[in-house]
């Protein structure tokens, strides 16, 4: 059997998806991702706050990594990662970057455009400090993304970062970064096995202006 056989034999939008009324949809799209959110966890979604994060080097060819949503206000989603790391290199350098929820079991995916902003060094330094000490000692010898010859170096570096945490608590390198990502277009999309998805997108001219919403072909 060929890959192009096997992929065509496999099931899409499986089992019974939720329905989804754009007309019932709220003027904000932060409070329908949270509506939406809190029915993955409870419908015991598969890790529902891991996303896609996509950005751009400055000769525009993209890059894309999954990482956890570490929290969503008012002003749009939130993430961490080291300002030295290939995205925190390329957000340095093209702000704007594109996040991608993808929830299989409800069919519904959670697409958001806008531009990444790296928070106050008091706001990266307690995001690095709630982490837990495995998460801290990887973050702290900042060489993601860096070529790696030897495993064996990677367990050492480990374990002396991780000798470092326990002996300094509050140790937190300057190369953490927390970015915020503000929105300027967010797109609600509901899969359905007769393949009349529907998807409400929300634009918006400035950060702070009014949204405005509409829907788009499947």
């Known amino acids: 059997m060929s890959i192009r056989d096997l992929l065509r034999g496999l ?7 939720p329905e989804f009324d754009p007309s ?7 409070a329908l991702f949270v509506a939406w959110f809190e029915e993955a966890v409870t419908s015991g979604v598969s890790e529902p706050h891991a996303m896609t994060v996509a950005t751009a080097d400055e000769s525009g060819a993209p890059s894309a990594r999954v990482v956890i949503l570490k929290d969503l206000t008012p002003e749009g989603w939130w993430f961490a990662t080291t300002t030295t790391s290939r995205k925190g290199r390329e957000l340095a350098v093209e702000p704007r970057a594109a996040l991608l929820f993808h929830w299989r079991e409800q069919g519904r995916q959670v ?9 106050s060094p008091e706001q990266c330094a307690a995001d690095f400090l709630h ?5 801290r000692a990887a ?11 030897d495993p064996a170096e990677m367990d050492r570096t480990f374990e002396e970062s991780r ?7 509050s140790l937190v390198p300057d190369d953490w970064g ?22 409400l997108r929300y634009l918006r001219e400035k950060p702070e202006g009014p949204w405005e919403r509409g829907l788009l072909w499947p």
């Open 178 to 199: 927390l970015y915020l990502v503000r929105p300027a277009e967010v797109e609600f999309w509901q899969g359905s096995p007769d393949r009349r998805h529907v998807r």
């Open 11 to 17: 099931p899409v939008f499986a089992g019974d998806l």
């Open 139 to 149: 973050g702290l010898h900042g060489r993601q993304s860096d070529p790696l010859s």
């Open 163 to 169: 000798a470092r945490v326990e002996a300094d608590p």
């Open 24 to 30: 019932t949809a709220p003027d904000d799209p932060i």
């Open 131 to 135: 982490r837990p000490l495995e998460s």
């Open 111 to 119: 697409r958001v455009r806008g531009t990444a902003g790296l928070a």
